[in-house]
T-cell receptor, first 110, second 116 residues
Framework: GDSVTQMEGPVTLSEEAFLTINCTYT??????LFWYVQYPGEGLQLLLK?????DKGSNKGFEATYRKETTSFHLEKGSVQVSDSAVYFC?????????FGTGTSLTVIP | ETGVTQTPRHLVMGMTNKKSLKCEQH?????MYWYKQSAKKPLELMFV???????ENNSVPSRFSPECPNSSHLFLHLHTLQPEDSALYLC???????????????FGEGSRLTVL
């Protein structure tokens, strides 16, 4: 069945470091792909999305490209800030279903 | 007020209590969801309502009872819970249940439930 696998954390980076959080998916159809972010004490917020192959989603300096050939949607940011500390969830939407990864905790230290 | 709001934000209850979680969406969406978020586990979909009709019930124990009186409101009634039910309960909404590409979920901030 459809599923999402993302790298396990926790991830700890220094401020201004480069971030990559890996996400791969398995899907039988043509899913949409999402990254959600959850700040401490809050619900999930949509960070970015891509709806078809080769689309690039971007927001707040984060980017992810929908790669059909590698079934991947890796999240990247060139220079992280302390305020980016949160849990990041990769998700897949297809038909009437959503599938979420287990989340990757990111801590950015000054 | 915009988005999806959940009350209460925090709830502590004994195993014999009856309580309810409330969710309200101000987005004009037609579908609403309850998810359970436990530490180190994927989000668990509990219930889905589309146009006030339940469309999914993912083998959730009967001690959880959802109610959707209209497309803007969703409740989760709780009774005789167990300590392992302690978790963050997230409400979400989407434009439609079975939508086109890019259909996204909008989440509330969650209700943190502790069962003693």
């Amino acid at each position: 069945g459809d599923s999402v696998t993302q790298m396990e954390g926790p991830v700890t980076l220094s401020e201004e470091a480069f971030l990559t959080i890996n996400c791969t998916y398995t899907a039988t159809g043509y899913p949409s792909l999402f990254w959600y972010v959850q700040y401490p004490g809050e619900g999930l917020q949509l960070l970015l999305k891509a709806t078809k192959a080769d689309d690039k989603g971007s927001n707040k300096g984060f980017e992810a490209t929908y790669r059909k050939e590698t079934t991947s949607f890796h999240l990247e940011k060139g220079s992280v800030q302390v305020s980016d500390s949160a849990v990041y969830f990769c998700a897949l939407g297809t038909g009437n279903q959503f599938y979420f990864g287990t989340g990757t905790s990111l801590t950015v230290i000054p | 007020e915009t988005g999806v709001t959940q009350t209460p934000r925090h709830l502590v209850m004994g195993m014999t209590n009856k309580k309810s979680l409330k969710c309200e969406q101000h987005l004009g969406h037609n579908a609403m969801y309850w998810y359970k978020q436990s530490a180190k586990k994927p989000l668990e979909l509990m219930f889905v309502y589309s146009l006030e009709e339940r469309v999914e019930n993912n083998s959730v124990p009967s001690r959880f009872s959802p109610e959707c009186p209209n497309s803007s409101h969703l409740f989760l009634h709780l009774h005789t819970l167990q300590p392992e039910d302690s978790a963050l309960y997230l409400c979400a909404s989407s434009q439609d249940h079975a939508g086109g590409p890019g259909r996204e979920l909008f989440f509330g901030e969650g209700s943190r439930l502790t069962v003693l």
